[in-house]
């Protein structure tokens, strides 16, 4: 069983940046691969980016690549993802989510999910 916690949300003007993190508990998380999806208002829920477990690969969607970064520390059993030149459309509940397999998580499914957190964008 993993349980996520995410945090660092917040309103933020267009070009700045944030930096999320992402909890787990559990001893077992330096075996699962990491992801972070978001969702926004009306629309269905996408990928934003992906990370092996031992951080050797990264996947991001193409909305993202170049400006977020994800990374982890297997040793405080948190994930990351760093937003830099952020826009109006990256407005969204920003989730983490947890599973064994990274290719599933690429994909967009997982075993394990957080609540969310916030993050908005003003023009």
């Known amino acids: 069983q993993v349980q996520l916690v995410e945090s660092g949300g917040g309103l933020v003007q267009a070009g700045g940046s944030l930096r999320l993190s992402c909890a787990a508990s559990g001893r077992t998380f330096s075996t699962y691969a990491m992801g972070w999806f978001r969702q926004a208002p009306g629309k269905e829920r996408e990928f934003v980016a992906a990370?092996?477990?031992?951080?050797?690969?990264?996947y991001y969607a193409d909305s993202v690549k170049g400006r977020f970064t994800i990374s982890r520390d297997n040793a405080k059993n948190t994930v990351y993802l760093q937003m830099n030149s952020l826009k109006p459309e990256d407005t969204a509940v920003y989730y983490c989510?947890?599973?064994?397999?990274?290719?599933?998580?690429?994909?967009?499914?997982?075993?394990?999910w957080g609540q969310g957190t916030q993050v908005t964008v003003s023009s």
């Open positions: 990370i092996s477990w031992s951080a050797g690969r990264t």
């Open positions: 989510a947890a599973d064994l397999n990274f290719s599933q998580v690429r994909r967009g499914y997982a075993d394990y």
